[in-house]
């Protein structure tokens, strides 16, 4: 069997191939669109890998409606729009593309537009909040384009009830009602950090703190902790997304901590957020839309996770399994439509799916082409990390353990 990677840069091609037996008629590509290079490569490899493991295990199994695949990647590097522009019109360049996938390629998802132009079948699993302001006023126009994320409302309102629910329950003893929020310049971080004020606000909490730091590689926080121990707030939360500026951020913190909960958004689920942090991050908290539902009540995770342990020799965070799953519901569409090049109805199928995932029962509105949020379907998930494991504690009915007060509040 060929088992063909290519990856496809901003500035050059790359073709690496594998030959593990006789080579396979009429192969149909699959694309992904992900950081492998940069900041966020963490990120970009779990994406590959995770399409790279569906795909072997289709084409193991003989391929689907006498189609067997190839995975080509096109790496957006630093995410920048020429970056990911050109990446994305070479995946689209290629005629023998079937489908596109990616957990997010740039921060304003502004590449779903090029995809629709061409009926491209494009799955996505983040920066729902972007793909919902370019869906939603004409959703007839996307029907090849698709969010295994749900809306991210939940990331701007669910938080306050939770904190406020565990001070309720005495789980967590807060010395005021201040909150400090810091935020990376982009549309993800910025957007949760600005639905978060908003909800603090509302539930009557003191902003103490509420800065915006330019995207990049951050290597010092000590300026903005430096002001949270002038005024110490009850709550810290810290948007931004990449693993290792979260890592930098939670080792400074722990310099000189306050009594404050530390909230990271995301970034503590990246495996590489733990190698950095070690023991420095127990007692941090994070929530996930569209995360891996690991709990005894979706054993489809457990399946997923450890096909992907055998095969990389290490734990997943989010978008292994993501994309994973993407390429398998692509797959389930392709299977009832039969031709790869009718990428329309194959859109179509997808639109009508309604299948058990790692990351729980995936449906998908039909007005924003998200994923449908609820603990029926896609829930909201909040961990703790204690001792280098993580610990779900909300929803209540998904969960794996109970939140305990932080050991630097204690």
Do not use: C
């Not at 790869?340 to 109805?345: D, G, H, Q, T, Y």
């Amino acid at each position: 069997m060929l088992n063909r990677r290519m990856i496809l840069g901003a500035t050059a091609v790359l073709a690496l191939s594998v030959t593990t037996g006789p080579a396979l008629a009429d192969v149909v590509k699959i694309g992904v669109l992900a950081p492998v290079t940069g900041a966020a490569a963490a990120d970009g490899q779990e994406m590959v890998n995770g399409v790279e493991l569906a795909v072997d295990e289709l084409n193991a199994a003989g391929g689907v409606a006498g189609h067997t695949f190839e995975v080509v990647v096109g790496d957006v590097g630093d995410a920048s729009a020429d970056a990911v522009a050109t990446a994305a019109e070479r995946l689209l360049g290629d005629r023998a593309m079937g489908a596109i996938m990616t957990g997010y390629a740039s921060g304003s998802n502004f590449e779903i537009e090029m995809m629709a132009e061409q009926d491209m079948v494009y799955l996505i699993s983040a920066n729902s909040a972007q793909t919902e302001g370019i869906i939603k006023p004409n959703p007839e126009d996307f029907g090849t384009v698709w969010s295994m994320t749900p809306s991210y409302a939940g990331y701007n309102t669910e938080i306050v009830p939770v904190i406020e629910g565990l001070v309720a329950e005495g789980k967590l003893k807060l010395p005021n009602k201040k909150v400090a929020i810091v935020a990376s310049d982009n549309p993800y971080s910025k957007g949760i950090a600005d639905g978060m004020v908003a909800s603090f606000k509302g539930a009557g909490w003191e902003v103490a703190e509420n800065d915006l730091l330019p995207f990049g590689e951050i290597n010092d926080w000590r300026a903005f902790l430096a002001k949270i121990r002038e005024n110490p707030p009850a709550v810290l939360i810290n948007t931004d997304y990449v693993s290792g500026n979260a890592a930098t951020f939670m080792t400074q913190f722990m310099e000189d901590p306050t009594d404050s909960l530390v909230f990271i958004q995301y970034a503590p689920s990246v495996p590489e957020f733990l190698e950095l942090t070690k023991d420095k991050s127990s007692g941090v908290v994070y929530n996930l839309l569209g995360g891996v539902l690991n709990t005894p009540k979706n054993p489809r995770a457990a399946e997923v996770l450890g096909r992907y342990k055998d095969k990389f020799g290490s734990e997943p965070g989010t978008y292994g399994p993501a994309l994973y799953e993407q390429v398998l519901l692509y797959a389930d569409a392709l299977a009832k439509v039969g031709d790869p090049a009718k990428r329309a109805e194959i859109g179509a199928e997808i639109g009508k799916a309604s299948k058990q995932t790692a990351m729980g029962r995936i449906s998908f509105d039909p007005a924003t082409h998200l994923s449908v949020q609820s603990n029926d379907g896609v829930p909201i998930q909040f961990y703790q990390i204690r001792d280098g494991e993580r610990i779900l504690f909300y929803p209540e009915q998904y969960a794996t353990g109970d939140f305990v007060q932080p050991p630097w509040m204690n």
